[in-house]
């Protein structure tokens, strides 16, 4: 028994159970299979879920550090009242009936003043419970309820929308050529990875577009290393190319699309030539993947959740990108890009769930949030508001003012210039935040409600395999911490709201959104390591030849009737026009700030902020680096591991020089999350793509200097 216990083999000879349940430390595309292993209630060892098909037994570092994630000495475990000022972190404890009775009399109290979009309800990471968030903000009557997705996906479906009317996802497992554009699944998404790998070896070919040097580009057969934020002048390069060289599908061109004649003109100016003096890419390059690209057959394009809307013309970068899977003709075929339905919490797959039922529509009876500034992020997201204006909303109250914050994960370093949304935080009337952790965000509310892991709570899951599992509470909640759902019910209660879906339990909650899957939740609970839905939609390939597709014209869309709408008031180019951070912006200089910022690049263990209080995964390597080229570096008398001082108009952060060749020439790359080098500090709130108001987090100016030789004027 003694040895059983000290292998961690389980069985009740050394009292070790295994629990099947799910990691959500990073995006809800993962969500990786976990068998953790628990001793007299607590995790001792975690291990991949061989039996789950989406991940197959893997587990990134992220997941491998679980424990330290779950018993972090940051966990949250009790609600906790502010006594202090703001950001001292002062709190004191107190019930769970308190907590709510406060939230409740004074949401009541601002609604009663101020009208009900006076509270904004906002949702960071994790994702699970928004259905859940946004009826309850719709129930209670204000239009303001918000995500991160202000920041990451939201973007990216806006540009599928105004060019085919909906998304795709790429077919690789068919395909004979994959285009990864700008996207990274050995860090970011091992499962994908994996597959890719191994279709690779299968004879697949690959074409990968990114700045950097990544264990993707390292397999591809052409490397495309563009300068951040010109995506769009290379996609339209790659355009030219196949339409002079007639390599286009004139058959899908001529039939089902609108304004490619303009397109056509347009593009005529990107010559690879042009197009490699903009984005860094040889232009024999530019021609050997415009050629390959149109050549393979079937051939799938993969494109990232938000590196490329990272930029102040991301959408119509993006645009560029996504519309030469129409011109390819590999636009909802097997093998190409196919239209998938939209699944439950953000995957796609072909499992119907009544997450859309639960979560109702948007209250919208006022204008929320953005909506004057962003009309088309408004007509076309429709189910949340741009959070990046709230703090504006807080400290200009124009056109009318935020009283109150209820926050799900809210972190203030998610905005550009976040500190402008922590003095937002200092002066709104009342901020609650529901966390895993006392963040550096947490110091500022007046009340913290302590949130559950994904160890520590029941949940569904439909993955992209369209296998469903119910995964299993590991261990009991640490202190007195509660599962986000359950929260978001009893705030229905003591708001006195009148709703259904929100009346109901959480396993009711849970039931009522596995119907359509043709499953109950107690018949899904048998199957502790889950099972495949009983219930599919069949895909109909190439539907819109019989149904079109939805957009204005019916047909995919290279000129933009809605972009077209807005063109005289807002001035958005119904084309895919494609400009540069200079032009965008002309105050900024390029004499002043010679050089391209780049934030967001990730570290395979490390994601957001969470990770960096986990001490295995912050020592594996020094977290302080900014990636420089050599000739940069030579230029300013740099040396490996030098002290540098990185400065942009908002500010300066200090860090040190990592010499690499894995970017370009010109471009300082930073890392994704580092609260002691926040990169977002550097950023002017106002520098955002005008469509979609995403920051331009990947190509903001900056200039580099050793620090000891700044010259301040």
């Not at 959408?315 to 339905?341: E, S």
């Not at 935080?425 to 965000?441: I, Q, S, Y």
């Not at 009893?490 to 596995?514: H, I, N, P, Q, S």
């Not at 539907?543 to 014209?553: D, E, W």
């Amino acid at each position: 028994m003694m040895n059983a216990a000290k292998g961690k083999i389980p069985g009740p000879q050394g009292g070790i159970e295994i629990k099947k349940t799910i990691c959500s430390i990073c995006n809800p595309d993962s969500h990786c299979g976990v068998d953790a292993y628990v001793k007299d209630g607590k995790i001792i060892k975690v291990e991949g879920t061989r039996a789950n098909p989406h991940s197959g037994g893997i587990l990134c570092p992220k997941g491998a550090a679980q424990r330290q994630y779950v018993y972090n000495k940051d966990r949250l475990m009790y609600p906790m009242r502010r006594v202090g000022e703001r950001g001292s972190g002062e709190f004191e404890r107190i019930s769970w009936e308190e907590a709510y009775e406060i939230i409740g009399e004074r949401l009541k109290g601002y609604k009663d003043k101020d009208g009900a979009q006076s509270v904004c309800f906002f949702s960071g990471f994790a994702k699970w419970y928004r259905m859940g968030l946004m009826r309850l903000a719709s129930a209670f009557g204000t239009p303001n309820y918000g995500t991160e997705s202000s920041t990451c996906f939201r973007a990216t479906q806006l540009c599928w929308k105004l060019v085919f009317g909906a998304g795709t996802q790429p077919d690789f497992e068919n395909a004979g050529l994959l285009v990864l554009w700008s996207k990274n699944p050995a860090y970011s998404q091992f499962y994908q990875s994996r597959l890719i790998f191994d279709r690779l070896e299968q004879g697949m070919k690959m074409i990968v577009v990114d700045p950097r040097n990544t264990p993707m580009t390292e397999k591809a057969d052409i490397h495309l290393k563009l300068r951040p934020g010109t995506d769009g002048a290379l996609a339209l390069s790659i355009a030219h190319v196949m339409i002079r060289d007639q390599l286009y599908d004139r058959e899908f061109v001529e039939q089902y699309t609108w304004g490619f004649e303009e397109y056509k003109d347009y593009v005529r100016e990107f010559t690879p030539q042009r197009g490699e003096a903009l984005t860094g890419v040889p232009a024999e390059l530019i021609v050997k993947a415009a050629h390959m690209y149109a050549s393979v057959k079937p051939a799938a394009m993969m494109v990232s959740a938000s590196p490329v809307v990272h930029h102040v013309n991301g959408v119509q970068n993006y645009r560029a990108v996504m519309m030469l899977i129409g011109l390819t003709g590999n636009f909802d075929i097997k093998g190409g890009n196919v239209v998938t339905p939209y699944g439950y919490c953000y995957s796609s797959s072909f499992v119907k769930t009544n997450e859309r039922t639960f979560e109702g529509e948007r209250y919208d009876g006022i204008k929320g949030i953005g909506e004057e500034e962003f009309p088309v992020w408004f007509r076309l997201i429709r189910d949340e508001v741009q959070a990046v204006r709230i703090p504006d909303y807080v400290l200009k109250r124009e056109p009318y003012g935020l009283n109150a914050i209820v926050g799900f994960g809210l972190n203030h370093r998610m905005w550009p210039d976040s500190n402008y949304m922590l003095e937002a935080l200092k002066k709104v009337g009342f901020f609650v935040n529901t966390e895993l952790f006392m963040t550096p965000t947490c110091r500022y509310a007046d009340l913290l409600l302590p949130a559950c892991s994904s160890m520590e709570r029941r949940e569904i899951k439909v993955y992209n395999e369209n296998y469903l599992i119910c995964s299993e509470a590991a261990i009991e909640p640490l202190g007195e911490s509660r599962n986000d759902m359950e929260i978001i019910l009893e705030l229905a209660k003591v708001l006195g709201l009148d709703d259904e879906m929100l009346g109901m339990t959480y396993d009711e909650c849970m039931d009522f959104l596995l119907r359509p899957a043709g499953v109950s939740l107690e018949e899904l609970k048998k199957h502790r390591e889950g099972m495949y839905a009983p219930v599919i939609c069949p895909h109909e390939e190439q539907a819109y030849k019989k149904k079109g597709f939805r957009t204005p014209s019916g047909k995919m869309e290279f000129f933009s009737q809605v972009l077209s709408d807005y063109k005289g008031r807002e001035g958005y180019d119904p084309l895919p026009v494609y400009r540069t951070p200079y032009e965008v912006y002309p105050h900024l200089s390029p004499a002043e700030y010679p050089l391209i910022l780049s934030s967001g690049c990730r570290k395979p263990q490390l994601v957001h902020t969470r990770c960096y209080r986990m001490p295995w995964l912050t020592g594996l390597e020094d977290t302080s680096l900014a990636d420089i080229h050599p000739e940069d570096a030579g230029g300013l008398g740099l040396a490996q591991g030098d002290e540098i001082r990185i400065s942009t108009p908002k500010g300066s952060l200090e860090a040190h020089a990592n010499i690499t060749r894995a970017g370009q020439k010109g471009v300082v790359f930073l890392y994704h999350g580092d609260p002691q080098r926040d990169p977002n500090e550097l950023m002017d709130k106002d520098y955002l793509d005008p469509i979609s108001g995403f920051p331009g987090y990947k190509s903001f100016v900056c200039r580099v200097e050793k620090k000891g030789e700044e010259s301040y004027e």
